[in-house]
């Protein structure tokens, strides 16, 4: 039971101390600490082994595509692209339809196998130069950049290329294209909702007569004065990024993110031959890319790190057991283990793990057809990863956009947790009415 409080009170301090403005490195440590000593577990062994360990490992995955990340959205915005890309979907749609763009743009993305990280990077320089031209307020862009990566983008839609797609796959027999018709009449109704809510949401401010405000020291181009490169130009390295990760993976037979650190490498080097001369300093552009970017890794590998220190906790064995050891039938059982260790770690990815490392062959010994869990049980993962301010893909998108949690976070809970969460029951009903 003390255990169980130590889970709960960590939680709370991170909610507490991010929106006090702690840095996510301190919050994770002090957080760890919590669950450490009301678990009773080993001060040294834990900090040593859970929390270095999955930390180390994070940093290992994603430090390549974290530097290249950074250093993309840099090159697009100080070369005017991001600008040029903006003006000409304006044009094209109006500044109503800002959010529009910006949803459809991360959705191609991700369908690209880029993951949300990466997009928040990537996409950021793109969605400021639309909210400043369009005068939305900052507060809203978390929001509007990760509505379709977060959901729709990484476990509804078929054939996505992430991590939390292909891990039931393993374990289930199935492909990524499991639960096609499912996913795309919930990815429909997400897509939906999330424009819907948002753009409620913008009326509301303007209402309000909140305007849109840059963080403070962060210089964007002007409306009126941008020199941008020709349109061509600025759309080329998005494509060539896009193209290249479906093509890696297709036909090449790179690993997902393999194939996503080879297509943003090209994508960089084709920014910076395009925008030759058009970037002011970019030996100095780069190297500050890559400083932001590697502090944006620190913050989101920390919160790795708490989560390798609750996966350890006796008490967190315990509350899985318990789940894992309910009358529900198979289904919910499955639902509701995958929604609380969401929760609870922050993490999809250890969520789908967990669960279906122990229970893959009862459920599949159910007689349910295993597309239809596939895409129940992926859609389950989503919403309660990111319930909480400290989700590491949240954090990251924070650190890009350079905005504090506790402007953006009732937003992001709204489009990116409590309406996936609705869309994931939806799912389940149309699952168990043959949907599939």
Not at 423 to 429: C, D, H, N, Q
């Amino acid at each position: 039971m003390v255990g169980a409080f130590g889970l709960v009170l960590a939680v709370i301090a991170i909610v507490f101390l991010v929106w006090r403005g702690w840095h996510m490195a301190i919050v994770s440590v002090v957080a760890s600490l919590v669950v450490i000593i009301a678990n009773g577990m080993d001060p040294l062994e834990s900090i040593n082994v859970s929390y270095m360990g999955d930390m180390s490992a994070f940093v290992g995955s994603w430090f390549l595509l974290f530097a290249l990340g950074s250093v993309f959205g840099r090159v697009m915005g100080d070369s005017g692209a991001s600008a040029g890309i903006a003006g000409s979907m304006l044009r094209l749609v109006g500044e109503r339809h800002a959010l529009l763009v910006i949803m459809v743009t991360g959705l191609v993305l991700s369908y690209g196998g880029i993951s949300a990280f990466i997009i928040a990077f990537s996409v950021y320089p793109i969605a400021a130069e639309l909210f400043e031209r369009a005068d939305i307020p900052k507060k809203l862009i978390v929001a509007a950049i990760m509505a379709c990566p977060a959901t729709l983008g990484m476990v509804m839609m078929p054939g996505i290329p992430s991590t939390q797609n292909l891990i039931p796959a393993s374990f289930l027999g199935t492909d990524a294209y499991a639960g096609a018709l499912l996913g795309v009449v919930c990815s429909a109704v997400m897509f939906a909702a999330s424009y819907a809510y948002l753009q409620w949401e913008i009326g509301r401010c303007r209402r309000r007569g909140e305007h849109f405000a840059p963080s403070p020291g962060e210089m964007l181009s002007s409306p009126e004065d941008t020199d941008t490169p020709p349109v061509w130009a600025c759309f080329a390295p998005i494509v060539l990024l896009v193209i290249l990760v479906f093509v890696l993976q297709r036909a090449a037979g790179l690993a997902a993110t393999d194939a996503v650190v080879v297509s943003m490498t090209a994508s960089v080097l084709a920014g910076c031959a395009l925008y030759r001369g058009r970037v002011p300093n970019l030996k100095r552009a780069v190297c500050e890319a890559c400083a932001s970017g590697l502090g944006s890794l620190v913050s989101v590998a920390a919160i790795m790190g708490f989560g390798g220190v609750v996966v350890a906790s006796p008490a967190y064995q315990g509350i899985v057991a318990a789940l894992m050891d309910t009358s529900l039938s198979p289904l919910w059982q499955g639902y509701v283990t995958i929604f609380a260790i969401a929760g609870i770690t922050g993490s999809a990815i250890g969520a789908l793990n967990i669960y279906l490392g122990s229970a893959a062959q009862t459920l599949l010994a159910t007689g349910l057809d295993p597309a239809m869990m596939h895409r129940v049980l992926c859609m389950a993962s989503v919403g309660p990863a990111t319930l909480l301010p400290h989700t590491s893909a949240m954090v990251a998108a924070n650190q890009a956009a350079r905005t504090e949690v506790r402007d953006t976070y009732r937003y992001v809970l709204v489009s990116c947790a409590l309406l996936p969460i609705a869309v994931s029951l939806l799912g389940m009903a149309l699952g168990a009415a043959g949907v599939v």
